[in-house]
T-cell receptor, first 114, second 113 residues
């Protein structure tokens, strides 16, 4: 059971480039989340999904897009990378939306935009 | 609004020392409170949680009590081990129906033999 996997682990982008951060979970969870963690700060929610085909904005969605075509995958798209998007990105999933349900996190993707 | 403040690190302790990591919160409504832990190279894992005032969450020798009167959820362990070296995150949810977890900045703990 791999849990939540994220690729790549590290990436350096130039300003204006685009990329997709991949997230896959094998626990058949309905709910998936994307967070970012800036240096010295707590995690902030970017987008979340309550099931295939359904996504919604979190606290800091600007500059990002998501899609959820399958239960397993929840990719995060950066269209025009900016230095402000330098951060560590965490994907998470949970079985149900009760906020007290445990969220399972991936190991993170460290992104630097120069 | 909702926010979490936790003590800044890093924290370095000798093995078998007592650990306290302070966490205070500001919330509307009746939040649930969590401690997550991140071991090197891994994702965050739920360590413990408490869903109402005076509840005590516990796991792996760690404990935290939900104190509404002091808006706190301090993490404690009586005797730390080298394997407890990790980053610890305090978090809250804003209550029933909430979609978001609000995290503190994390506290890095290093335990030396």
């Amino acid at each position: 059971n791999a849990g939540v996997t994220q690729t790549p682990k590290f990436r350096i982008l130039k300003i204006g480039q685009s990329m997709t951060l991949q997230c896959t979970q094998d626990m058949n969870h309905n709910y998936m989340y994307w967070y970012r963690q800036d240096p010295g700060m707590g995690l902030k929610l970017i987008y979340y999904s309550v099931g295939a085909g359904i996504t919604d904005k979190g606290e800091v969605p600007n500059g990002y897009n998501v899609s959820r075509s399958t239960t397993e995958d929840f990719p995060l798209r950066l269209e025009l990378a900016a230095p402000s998007q330098t951060s560590v990105y965490f994907c998470a999933s949970s079985h149900a939306q009760r906020i007290t349900d445990t969220q399972y996190f991936g190991p993170g993707t460290r992104l630097t935009v120069l | 609004g909702n926010s979490v403040t936790q003590m800044e690190g890093p924290v370095t302790l000798s093995e078998e020392a007592f650990l306290t990591i302070n966490c205070t919160y500001t919330a509307t409504g009746y939040p649930s409170l969590f401690w997550y832990v991140q071991y090197p190279g891994e994702g965050l894992q739920l360590l413990l949680k408490a869903t109402k005032a005076d509840d005590k969450g516990s796991n792996k020798g760690f404990e935290a009590t939900y104190r509404k009167e002091t808006t706190s959820f301090h993490l404690e362990k009586g005797s730390v081990q080298v394997s407890d070296s990790a980053v610890y995150f305090c978090a809250l949810s804003a209550g029933p129906g909430a979609n978001n977890l609000f995290f503190g900045t994390g506290t890095r703990l290093t335990v030396i033999p």
